[in-house]
């Protein structure tokens, strides 16, 4: 290949790197530009949003957010959904990462059939089984409870981080738990302290593909939930929308505080995401 050849391909790679970036930052300017609004429109009054939709917030104003915090039981609805969501997450995983670690690193009879079990939650939509589910809280006297409710919803999470985490048990290697023996660690010191840490890029993916979905569900909540003082935020904003229709300002404060803590676990998450879900491309 002569020089000319060379400089040819280069001068077409870097057009390409330079349309690939054009296209992904007009991509984020699409997507980033509807929050942007949002955002700017519940700055301001609603009187200025009618009459100037696009405008700036010359003078932002967070009287909107306090009145969507207070006097539309947000702050009720926001710890309600932040305890059950962390509350089933925590759980979900905790258990999820027991069951993989020995799934993943140990054969056993029925080692297999086991792991089809768990697996088989992927296969089954929650949603159908909601009457035996129901019959079932209720027997235990769990209907219009936090408790039942972050149950149902760690059940939901368990198959998918069973799948994730125990593959990346799978491809640890067996000198370091041996290694770990010769030096007296017992089992729970080789998960904790050793195999735990390795899995961390695999720990928070399974963390956050489970609270976007559980911090978003309306269906059990509604279901599951009678007293307004245990609604979640998804369930709440029903009856936010239908009081506050006519103050713009005030319905734009609501869904950016539903949305900010999705927004700060992605940004806090995104360097785990990326390796927990490109780990093993390069083997």
Request: aromatic share 14%.
């Amino acid at each position: 290949m002569n020089l000319s050849s060379t400089s040819s391909l280069r001068a077409r790679a870097k057009i390409s790197d330079l349309l690939v970036h054009v296209l992904l930052w007009g991509y984020a300017a699409v997507v980033l530009l509807p929050l942007l609004l949002v955002v700017n429109n519940a700055l301001r009054p609603t009187r200025d949003i009618f009459r100037h939709p696009l405008a700036l917030a010359t003078s932002p104003s967070f009287a909107s957010f306090v009145k969507a915090w207070e006097k539309a039981n947000f702050n009720t609805y926001f710890f309600n959904s932040l305890f059950i969501t962390v509350s089933a997450v925590v759980l979900a995983t905790a258990v999820s990462a027991l069951a993989s670690y020995v799934l993943g690193r140990y054969k056993f009879p029925f080692s297999n059939a086991l792991l089809a079990f768990f697996l088989a939650g992927l296969m089954l939509p929650f949603r159908l089984a909601i009457v035996p589910l129901f019959l079932l809280l209720d027997h235990l006297g769990l209907i219009d409870s936090r408790i039942g409710l972050i149950l149902v919803y760690a059940a939901t999470g368990i198959p998918f981080s069973v799948f994730i985490l125990s593959a990346f048990f799978r491809q640890l290697p067996g000198e370091l738990s041996e290694a770990a023996r010769i030096d007296g660690a017992n089992e729970w010191t080789i998960f904790g302290r050793i195999m735990l840490p390795l899995v961390r890029p695999a720990l928070a993916t399974v963390v956050v593909f489970q609270f976007v979905p559980l911090w978003n569900d309306f269906f059990f909540p509604l279901v599951l939930l009678r007293s307004t003082s245990k609604w979640t935020l998804p369930v709440g904003m029903t009856r936010f929308f239908g009081e506050f229709q006519a103050d713009w300002s005030t319905l734009f404060a609501g869904l950016i505080i539903t949305t900010l803590p999705l927004i700060v676990i992605f940004l806090l998450a995104t360097k785990q995401i990326i390796a927990g879900l490109t780990a093993g491309i390069g083997k």
